[in-house]
């Protein structure tokens, strides 16, 4: 048995860091068929790459997440990751949101669009429509509504026009081909508040028109590939959904729903089926199904004990999902009745009919927002699209208790080949039976620790809080105790408040960072970069002084506004280093002067790719300075010569590591590029292969100051030496034989931390904390014992603090993982010995809402 390691842990749940609501999620749509196919189903031959989840809050914010895994992965057990942030105007919220098509004309039936391909747009209870500029992480353009509030908005499938649900009773249509933003139409004005809306199917144009622009010889080719929209159907506050021509703007036949006492219902919800079936969810907890023809109702359902505020389609458009304000998720499915006269393409009202089968309780409160991945596109029965049976579609919710939860959404009737479960979270894969899971919450960079000062900020939506960590008290017979949150008896306080500070910002708070020694502050909006001087005076309680002239020396330096989206400090607190949020620019920043000054711009991130030896090679410009089998030459290049390229591209530079010594400064973007700095000589060193996906983790071993740590979404490793600027064997063998219970955690990597004992104790084992929202994985970094993983391990019992036990007799020292504290969101070590563990759990979380509705049964137990 080797040496015992044993930790402090300072288990810190008073940081009252607060996730905001989840209002809206959007899945991006999929571009129409080709209506030259005529009667022909789409069929979707390959599965589909998983598209960018989009995640709209109360605060305003709008969270973008990737798939972890890669293109060709059909399952990922940390499903969508945090990419990037979209920062909302303060003060501001966020009610829907919706993803279009660009370009739709410069995509394929299957392609899945990314993000340069889509547009993003969003309201938040005003008269604004916002579409954002995800690359910049702003608002790209407004526009009003000339209608008052806007309560709801739906593009139509062919990504063409955008139409809103407006305050005084009209719906008005957006125009956006051609990548524009204009009026296009106004409809008539109805007395009541628009409160939902849903495009019915478009119209191919008929073969017969096709042949007579064959026979006329007409030029344009766009004609025959226009899909007609012809009906849309709103949920108004009057008790009634109507179906509107889109051509003429008026109303087509009112539908009236169920009333109680004479009270408005009011219809929250609605969606049409391919078949122009409308479904629709309304305050008293109704669902109902609606012939369009006719106008009359088909079905309804007492499935909800409150309002139904939400419901989405499973891909192939046979299962409809509800949800609302009794936190239950209801699936309707389409039996089939008829005799089977009907077409196999086609869904016909008389061949089938819904039956509520399922309803499972996944969240705790209110449930805002519904979406399912691939998204089901409202298409005529002839042009259907079929999706590939092996795969289950996903289906994400989010509501008041602030967590996005996915759930495998495969129908009952999946039995005829083995569906793959994308989430891995369980063998069964319908929605009946399978296991959901929670995403973690989306802290980003709000949570920041002084080690020599002992200070924990946190940044919130408007404002910074910093708290000091005592010293711990003298040892127990066991060695350490664990240090928790005083109770009320308790004589000993094992921290205290500092600071409390409210900023005047026009954004929400996008990053901030804290010194090493605790002398300087730095919080950022999209706009402004504010520093301050921190000083303890004699009562304990921290003074901020704000350097008044800071954005004046930043933006000499920078063109537009001073912003910054990540920021670190050098380890002996003189330097600030920082990634300004609208020009991808790196600044390198001295504080030890009277006042502060820019020692260096670096604009290496602002690169276009560029091809090398058959390869593409991301933001650079010469073959000199990488080579793909890893090791990469010195840049010489200087500012001149990369501003007098090509036009620079604008990315977001979210990770940013200094080791240790202060000599090396790594910082990487969302385009998966990793550039490394030398601080000692303020000169770019070298630019690493770009990865599949961008870093998550970005860290140096404090051990070997030269050596790079890099964590990515999907949990997989990468170790590169800065000096000899190359992968190391031994670092390519830790990242090849990861331990599987880590590569597969259900929730991504999202830190890394080494314990400073390491520092002074010769010979003794190396090793790094992993972090995720659920887990604290310890991963040995002794060369020796990764050489010998794959053979012998040496077995040592390792324990981290009562009643933590980290490992025993049996376990191998390169690896072991806990799963003690849940929500995680910072972990850290403040010295030899001491780790500190924030947690946030949800049970606090959730005791600043209102109650959950709740209606008891008589005589149930």
């Not at 205290?496 to 730095?522: Q, Y």
Request: proline share 6%.
């Amino acid at each position: 048995m080797g040496e015992t390691t044993t930790l402090a842990v300072h288990r810190c749940r008073f940081v009252d860091y607060t996730p905001s609501a989840i209002t809206a999620l959007a899945f991006p749509p999929l571009p129409l068929p080709s209506s030259a196919k005529g009667k022909q189903s789409t069929s979707i031959r390959k599965s589909l790459k998983f598209g960018t989840l989009a995640v709209g809050h109360a605060n305003g914010n709008i969270d973008l997440c990737d798939w972890a895994g890669g293109e060709r992965d059909l399952q990922s057990s940390q499903a969508w990751v945090l990419q990037k942030t979209l920062p909302g105007p303060y003060p501001s919220k966020v009610d829907s949101i919706t993803f279009v098509i660009r370009y739709p004309d410069d995509l394929n039936d299957d392609d899945v669009p990314s993000c340069s391909d889509l547009r993003l747009f969003s309201s938040g209870g005003g008269s604004e429509l916002l579409e954002w500029d995800m690359d910049r992480a702003c608002v790209r353009r407004t526009i009003g509504s000339q209608g008052g509030s806007i309560w709801c908005m739906a593009a139509n499938p062919a990504s063409t026009l955008l139409a809103l649900g407006c305050e005084d009773g009209t719906v008005r249509l957006l125009s956006l081909t051609s990548d524009t933003l204009t009026h296009y139409r106004r409809f008539d004005r109805v007395k009541c508040r628009v409160l939902s809306i849903a495009w019915g199917p478009p119209v191919p144009p008929s073969p017969k028109k096709r042949a007579a622009n064959a026979v006329e010889g007409s030029d344009d080719e766009d004609d025959e590939e226009v899909w007609d929209d012809v009906w849309l159907a709103t949920g108004g506050s009057d008790s009634s959904i109507r179906k509107w021509d889109v051509s003429t703007g008026r109303v087509i036949d009112r539908m009236g729903t169920d009333k109680v006492r004479g009270e408005r219902t009011l219809v929250w919800t609605v969606g049409v089926l391919g078949d122009g079936t409308i479904v629709s969810g309304d305050s008293l907890g109704i669902v109902k199904f609606w012939d369009s023809r006719t106008c009359t109702q088909l079905q309804s359902f007492q499935g909800h004990g409150a309002d139904v505020l939400c419901l989405t389609v499973s891909p192939d458009g046979s299962t409809v999902f509800t949800s609302g304000v009794d936190q239950k998720t209801c699936q309707f499915s389409l039996v089939k009745t008829g005799s089977g006269n009907q077409s196999s393409n086609s869904l016909s009202r008389s061949s089938g009919r819904w039956v509520q089968t399922c309803s499972r309780r996944m969240h705790s409160h209110d449930v805002r927002a519904l979406a399912v991945w691939p998204p089901y596109t409202t298409l005529p029965p002839s042009h259907r699209r079929q999706f590939p049976m092996d795969v289950a579609p996903i289906l994400a919710s989010g509501g008041l208790d602030m967590s996005v939860v996915v759930t495998p959404a495969a129908l009952p009737s999946t039995t005829v080949v083995k569906v793959i479960n994308p989430l891995s979270t369980s063998v069964d894969c319908t929605f009946e039976d399978s296991y959901h899971r929670r995403l973690a919450y989306s802290t980003g960079s709000s949570l920041q620790v002084a080690r020599k000062a002992r200070l924990i900020s946190c940044m919130r939506d408007s404002g910074v809080s910093v708290w000091r960590i005592l010293e711990r008290p003298s040892s127990d017979e066991d060695g350490f105790a664990e240090l928790q949150n005083p109770s009320q008896d308790s004589n000993h306080a094992a921290w205290e408040k500092l600071l409390e500070m409210d900023l005047n910002v026009h954004t929400n708070l996008v990053a901030s960072g804290i010194s090493d020694d605790g002398r300087w502050l730095v919080v950022s909006d999209l706009y402004e970069t504010k520093l301050f001087s921190l000083d303890l005076d004699t009562q304990g309680h921290l003074k901020p002084h704000r350097i008044r002239d800071f954005s004046s020396i930043l933006q000499t330096h920078v063109s537009g506004h001073t912003g910054g989206l990540a920021f670190q400090f050098t380890p002996d607190s003189t330097k600030l280093v920082m990634s300004t949020a609208m020009s991808s620019f790196i600044l390198v920043i001295d504080l030890s002067g009277e006042k502060p000054r820019v020692l260096r711009r670096f604009d290496h991130h602002r690169l276009r790719d560029s091809i090398v030896r058959n390869r593409v090679v991301k933001g650079r410009k010469t073959d000199d300075d990488a080579e793909m089998a890893g090791v990469t030459a010195e840049v010489e290049e200087s500012e001149d010569e990369i501003e007098g390229g090509s036009t620079p591209v604008l990315v977001s530079v979210h990770r940013i590591s200094i080791s240790p010594d202060g000599q090396w400064l790594a910082t990487s973007d969302d385009r998966a590029r990793t550039h490394i700095f030398n601080l000692d000589s303020i000169k770019h060193h070298s630019v690493l292969p770009s990865f599949s996906s961008p870093v998550q983790v970005l860290s140096f071993d404090p051990t070997r100051p030269s050596v790079l740590i890099m964590g990515f979404p999907d949990n997989s490793l990468q170790i590169y030496n800065v000096e000899s600027r190359q992968f190391p064997t031994w670092g390519k063998e830790l990242c090849n034989n990861l331990p599987k219970r880590f590569r597969l955690a259900h929730d991504p990597v999202l830190g890394v931390t080494f314990d400073p004992a390491h520092h002074f104790t010769n010979g003794a084992p190396r090793y790094a904390l992993f972090w995720g929202s659920t887990w604290i994985c310890k991963l040995s970094f002794n060369e020796a014992a990764v050489s010998g993983m794959n053979r012998k391990r040496r077995r040592e019992s390792v324990k981290l603090a009562p009643p933590v036990a980290w490992g025993d007799e049996s376990s191998p020292v390169d690896f072991k993982m806990i799963t003690h504290y849940r929500p995680i969101l910072h972990v850290d070590f403040l010295e030899r010995g001491e780790l500190l563990v924030v947690e946030r759990p949800l049970v606090d979380v959730l005791s600043g809402l209102p109650p959950a509705y709740f209606k008891h049964k008589y005589g149930a137990s």
